[in-house]
């Protein structure tokens, strides 16, 4: 009887809680929670040892008569048997009498509602891991609800696990909305922004980073669930859509397609999707018959971009030629005009910079209801007011930010899903029932990444259609309606946290000076480029995902660095250049490798050194490079060089008409100058090739001499032996056998010959000398032992006459022969025409030789 007592008065007193609470604006979705967070109901559930979800809730809008029925599943989570487990209804008769009153009943467990309903056992959950089904049937007039005259009702119901020491294990927490038969109150005015967005899948426009895309526009997907929904009911909607989308599922559609993730050393091909091109054919016949606004290309960190101070590419997000994707794809321009920054939070530079671009034709924000006061006067908020900028006051619709959270957070499961839906019904009656004679309107923008579960998005537009409380509308409708005065917030500084960071900006724009310059050597139409590259990396879509951002980002590095390094100057391995002399020309290759893109450049070197090293500067017509796909171009640098040495040259490539702007990192050579010119190094190559010529030659005479000694023959093969008579083809004079007698040393080569002039003969040349020549025809001596037979001399023949070769002459004797021969005379030079007898004798020993070894 004291816990009924208890929950009376808990139950009288909730009002009173509910009223004294002060009220405050939530903030935007990006500074409410962190990312991986979830809320607090969640969290009571993470905790509960019974899991609960609901399947059922019927009916969505309660009459008097209504029967009720609540469906759902429990789950004992806790790894061991709990016995005894069994279910309560809660509920409390008292409808909700304020929004926050309601934000505290959803967080809240239901044993805080104050009524008991009946209980149901649950034994199939006792075991760890088992699911068991259970429902709740009861009435409207069973549970005691009336609702305030003339208006909607809220009334919270709920289900508890209790266990078999009657502890609270378990429990889940709805709302019924109960629909009076009398009417007084005007519905309220709803306009759906429906969202088609996504994270980036490219780095440069023609690899993706993954292959996602593929399964969410396919049926079943996120993108495929939210074109179906818009499609089935008749509800309006106005379209918030990326190009970035389109312009992805448009590539995936044309052709196959590259996929390489962050980190892969290969790329996968991916054949032409079907369902991309399916997809866009649904998304076509889905809008054509509501409005739609483009984002800015990619949708940008805008606000992000504005405080580092580099705005630039919010102007082109929203150029035309990036925008445009939309129209080329939907087949028909925007006819829509407005402005929503990332999680509808911006500062004063950021709405200057989105009326510039987005606003310039009219049109208005779309921001959150937490970045504005309430109305001064006291009056209810509705969702148009207006904003100043520096180009004037801007109309600017609110969505209410605890609408928007409830609807873009707990919906992407099945159970959240129906959770939700009953908290949009409760929600919304609440607006009508808070000023019944008072119109109001509500606009509802889910995130930019809405993934509701299946058939939820349907539902919550069926029932903005269905719901008495409520009446759908264009947003164009709300647009046009009169503003409220209502203070503008500002942007909070602790909001910076939640912004993509500096450093990621900071290379992402390092990134885009490369990719403009890139641009700007391309001459023609240009058929490679990085503007939505970069454009992609600066998307609002990496708040949550840095560590993925970082990844993409090295990657998109890479491939423009690749890219601009096929328009480059060639060098050898070794990178240097050999100069001759004081002054040249240095080679310069430069070579354009890009497929079907004709660029222009401008060639320009400096010297590290320029006392030693001056370099000169091309022709103007010379200077600037046009190289169409696949063609070189060599260009000569005059060079003065003031001594030898290595000297090191910056080749670099310029923009034209940029002011010196550079192109890529450009390639250093080092010069190595020698001193010795054109005409003296081909001279002193001739002087050395003559050289080895005449050492060839010799070493060839040597060898042949060397062969014809061998043979014995004594002839050199090389001179004649003398003018009119054949050579003795013995050894010459200097010969080491020369001068020493044959009868001693048969063996050694020349012996028996008399010396030369200048060398003393042996002691028995020296006898034979003295003894002068023989006469004509006088028999020869005996051979000494061991020596060859004397040849017999041959017929003296007249004289005056010339013999046969070889014969001797039959003239008197030369004046020098006539005696004896002193030292060093030439006393065996034969005379002319005739042979000496030391080489006749020679000659008759050597054939003795012969025919002994014949005969042998």
């Not at 405080?307 to 939907?330: C, S, W, Y």
């Not at 003296?680 to 090739?689: C, K, R, S, Y």
Request: include cysteine; charge should be positive.
């Amino acid at each position: 009887m004291r816990t009924v007592k208890r929950a009376v008065a808990l139950a009288a007193l909730l009002p009173c809680m509910a009223m004294a609470a002060p009220t405050t604006l939530a903030p935007p979705a990006l500074a409410r929670r962190a990312p991986g967070s979830v809320p607090a109901s969640a969290q009571a559930q993470a905790k509960a040892q019974v899991a609960m979800a609901l399947t059922r809730v019927d009916p969505k809008s309660a009459g008097p008569k209504s029967r009720i029925e609540i469906s759902g599943l429990a789950m004992n989570r806790t790894g061991h048997q709990l016995p005894g487990l069994h279910l309560r209804l809660r509920y409390s008769a008292q409808p909700v009498n304020s929004r926050s009153q309601l934000d505290q009943l959803a967080a809240g467990p239901p044993n805080a509602l104050p009524n008991v309903g009946e209980e149901k056992q649950i034994p199939g959950a006792s075991a760890p891991g088992v699911k068991q089904s259970w429902t709740f049937r009861t009435t409207v007039e069973k549970l005691g609800l009336r609702a305030p005259p003339g208006t909607p009702g809220v009334y919270p119901v709920g289900v508890e696990v209790l266990n078999s020491a009657r502890q609270v294990v378990g429990g889940v927490t709805t709302f019924l909305t109960f629909m009076p038969k009398e009417r007084h109150f005007k519905p309220v005015a709803v306009g759906w922004v429906w969202p088609l967005a996504d994270r980036m899948h490219r780095t440069n426009d023609r690899t993706f980073l993954d292959d996602d895309l593929a399964a969410s526009v396919a049926p079943g997907g996120r993108l495929s669930r939210l074109v179906d929904a818009a499609s089935a009911t008749d509800t309006p909607i106005t379209w918030g859509i990326d190009p970035a989308l389109l312009d992805d599922v448009q590539r995936m559609a044309s052709g196959d397609y590259t996929v390489r993730g962050p980190g892969d050393k290969k790329s996968v091909r991916k054949k032409k999707s079907e369902a991309a091109a399916a997809w866009l054919t649904k998304l076509r016949d889905a809008s054509k018959k509501d409005p739609y606004f483009t984002l800015p290309y990619a949708d940008p960190d805008v606000v992000a971009l504005v405080r580092r101070k580099t705005p630039r590419d919010i102007g082109v997000a929203f150029d035309e030629r990036n925008t445009g994707v939309a129209t080329r794809v939907l087949g028909r321009a925007a006819d829509a005009h407005v402005a929503w920054p990332p999680s509808g939070a911006a500062g004063p530079g950021t709405v200057d910079q989105l009326a510039q671009h987005a606003l310039k034709d009219g049109g208005a924000f779309l921001m959150s209801s937490s970045q504005f006061q309430n109305p001064a006067t006291g009056a209810l908020p509705n969702a148009t007011t207006t904003l100043p900028t520096h180009h004037g006051d801007k109309k600017t619709l609110l969505y209410d930010e605890k609408l928007n959270q409830i609807v873009s957070e707990g919906s992407r499961s099945a159970s959240g899903g129906l959770l939700t839906e009953q908290r949009f019904l409760a929600e919304t009656a609440m607006i009508a029932a808070e000023a019944p004679n008072r119109p109001r309107t509500v606009v509802l923008a889910p995130d930019r990444h809405w993934n509701p579960a299946d058939g939820v998005a349907k539902n919550l537009l069926k029932y903005t259609k269905g719901a008495g409380w409520l009446r759908e509308v264009p947003l164009g409708k709300i647009e046009s309606a009169a503003p409220q005065g209502r203070v503008f917030n500002g942007y909070s500084d602790d909001y910076q946290q939640y912004e993509l960071g500096d450093a990621h900006l900071a290379q992402v724009q390092a990134i885009s000076r490369q990719a403009r310059a890139f641009q700007a050597v391309m001459t023609g139409p240009a058929k490679i480029s990085y503007e939505r590259a970069v454009l992609r990396m600066e998307s609002a879509a990496w708040r949550t995902s840095p560590r993925r951002a970082r990844a993409a980002r090295k990657q998109l590095e890479d491939e423009l660095t690749g890219d601009m390094h096929l328009v480059r100057i060639v060098t050898t391995k070794s990178k240097r250049v050999l100069m001759g002399g004081s002054s040249g020309r240095l080679p310069v290759l430069v070579e354009n490798m890009l497929p079907g893109q004709s660029v222009k450049v401008r060639l320009v070197a400096t010297s590290e050194n320029s006392a030693k090293l001056r370099l000169g500067g091309l022709e103007p017509e010379d200077a600037i490079i046009e190289l169409r796909p696949g063609e070189r171009a060599q260009r000569w640098i005059p060079a003065q060089a003031a001594g030898n040495g290595n000297f090191h040259v910056q080749l670099q490539l310029q923009i034209p008409g940029s002011g010196g702007r550079t192109y890529g990192d450009g390639e250093s050579i080092t010069v190595t100058v020698t001193g010795y010119g054109r005409l003296a190094l081909l001279i002193t190559g001739g002087g050395l090739a003559v050289l080895f010529v005449g050492v060839g030659v010799r070493a060839i005479r040597a060898r042949r001499r060397r062969k014809a000694e061998a043979a014995g023959d004594g002839s050199t093969g090389m001179e004649s032996a003398g003018a009119g008579g054949q050579g003795s083809g013995l050894p010459g004079p200097g010969f080491p056998g020369a001068g020493i007698p044959a009868a001693e040393f048969p063996g050694v080569p020349g012996a028996g010959r008399p010396a030369g002039p200048g060398i003393p003969a042996g002691p028995a040349s020296a006898g034979a000398s003295a003894a002068g020549p023989a006469p004509a025809g006088a028999p020869a001596g005996p051979a000494a032992p061991g020596s060859a037979p004397a040849v017999p001399a041959a017929p003296a023949a007249p004289a005056g006459s010339a013999g046969p070769a070889g014969s001797a002459s039959a003239g008197p004797a030369a004046p020098e022969t006539a005696g004896a021969s002193a030292p060093g005379a030439a006393a065996d030079r034969p005379e002319p025409g005739g042979i000496p007898e030391s080489a006749a004798d020679g000659q008759a020993a050597r054939r003795g030789e012969h025919r002994r070894r014949d005969g042998d």
